[in-house]
């Protein structure tokens, strides 16, 4: 497996143009299933979860050309309804093809997750989504099966503002030719951008942004093209890199207007934020500031960002604390972060971070995508060397990061292994 090779302790300088969002392109890559006509998507991360939906898209039936930074779609000869255990289980991100078979076939057939339980993980609140909009579900040797009923009830409240149980019952009720209400939707900007994706696709997706969604679904769907947001939690990331190592970046396509809540904390840290329409230039000069957050669903501050400000806050002035309430179980890069020197104690959801005044470069393993660039992070202020193993988590959600990082200073290198 790869791994990462870096030298710490040079500031970066320089510019980033930011990729489009992994977090809006999957699910619009499974909204193509929609329509039977051409879709065209641009500002298409190359990534590995890209090409993974499009495997997945193309084992049922799809005409894909996937070529980043372009992506084109035929959905016209779906053949199967079934989403298989060996490729689901690569990509969580997968169980968003439900809610397009669903609409497409009257009946989809589509794998848990790998090590997914009913009820563990959000997934329960797509499937209660989908009983309250009149689908027949039942459970078969690692599968879940829908079938299409008719309901009177058009109205559907979760529970919990998921992010991906809001997309995939957007999707199906996109295609039921009524109105349907979406109460406490998750707000996030990759919702808004799938329900721009549809609304040109001939549905009617208002309230985009808000807890409250009103779908008025087209008995057909016609083909779009559609450009994909920029990515906010990559851009999230390379600010807090500029801030740690007490550099200067221009984060080049950011959208500061879908990451208010991260440029704001950042702020406070100390770091200087100049934000214009579709640009974001994050400097500091000096040790960040302790800070206390919680992470929360939009617009609050990011699950997504919380391991890469854990790194910022290693090396801050003063004692930080992370209350993560979204996931359980997403304090793994800590152990790898006391490694390199942090001071880091947990309790439940809640880490106490006693900022040092500086991080050793060690050998860490990454656990996760966001621990990964959280353990990058720390490796480009640490003094000496660290190597980061098992990087194949960063390929699933940056684009060409260490490429990116060293045009901007930093001393990185890929390792094949």
């Not at 689908?135 to 559907?156: C, M, N, Q, W």
């Not at 957050?293 to 992370?322: H, K, N, R, W």
């Not at 993560?324 to 309790?347: C, K, P, Q, W, Y």
Request: net charge positive; hydrophobic share 45%.
């Amino acid at each position: 497996m790869d791994t990462f090779v870096i030298d710490g302790g040079k500031p970066l300088r320089g510019k980033i143009t930011i990729s489009g969002s992994k977090n809006a392109v999957l699910p619009i890559m499974a909204a193509s299933l929609l329509t039977s006509d051409f879709v065209e998507i641009e500002n298409v991360p190359n990534l590995r979860d890209v090409h993974t939906m499009a495997k997945l898209l193309t084992w049922l039936g799809a005409k894909i050309d996937c070529a980043p930074p372009r992506l084109t779609i035929d959905s016209r000869r779906l053949r199967s309804f079934v989403a298989p255990y060996e490729l689901v289980r690569t990509m969580r991100a997968s169980i968003l093809v439900m809610g397009p078979l669903l609409a497409r076939f009257r009946k989809a057939r589509v794998s848990l997750p790998g090590g997914c339980a009913i009820g563990a993980r959000p997934i329960d609140l797509h499937l209660k989504g989908f009983q309250a909009l009149g689908a027949a579900i039942s459970l078969d040797a690692g599968y879940v099966e829908l079938a299409a009923k008719d309901t009177p009830k058009r109205i559907v409240r979760l529970p919990f503002p998921s992010v991906g149980a809001t997309e995939n019952l957007m999707m199906y009720a996109a295609a039921l030719p009524r109105q349907t209400t979406l109460l406490n939707a998750s707000r996030e900007p990759e919702i808004s951008d799938l329900a721009a994706f549809l609304t040109a696709a001939g549905a009617s997706v208002q309230g985009a942004g808000t807890s409250k969604l009103v779908v008025r679904g087209a008995a057909r769907l016609q083909g779009v093209k559609h450009r994909v947001v920029p990515d906010r939690i990559e851009a999230g990331t390379y600010a807090v890199a500029a801030t740690l190592t007490r550099g200067d970046l221009r984060l080049l396509h950011a959208r500061p207007d879908h990451m208010a809540a991260v440029l704001d904390r950042l702020a406070e840290a100390g770091a200087r934020v100049d934000r214009d329409v579709d640009e974001v230039r994050v400097s500091a000069d000096r040790r960040p500031r302790a800070l206390t957050l919680t992470t929360m669903p939009y617009p609050g501050f990011p699950t997504d960002m919380q391991a890469q400000f854990m790194s910022l806050m290693a090396v801050g002035d003063g004692t930080s604390v992370i209350t993560e309430t979204v996931f359980e179980n997403r304090f793994l890069h800590a152990a790898e972060l006391t490694r390199m020197g942090a001071d880091i104690s947990l309790e439940g959801r809640v880490a106490v971070i006693k900022g040092a005044r500086c991080l050793k470069g060690a050998p860490v393993t990454a656990s996760d995508l966001r621990a990964s660039a959280a353990l990058v992070l720390a490796g480009l202020v640490a003094e000496g060397k660290t190597t980061i193993s098992r990087v194949y988590h960063l390929d699933r959600g940056y684009e060409t990061m260490e490429k990116k990082l060293r045009s901007v200073g930093a001393a990185i290198r890929r390792k094949h292994g």
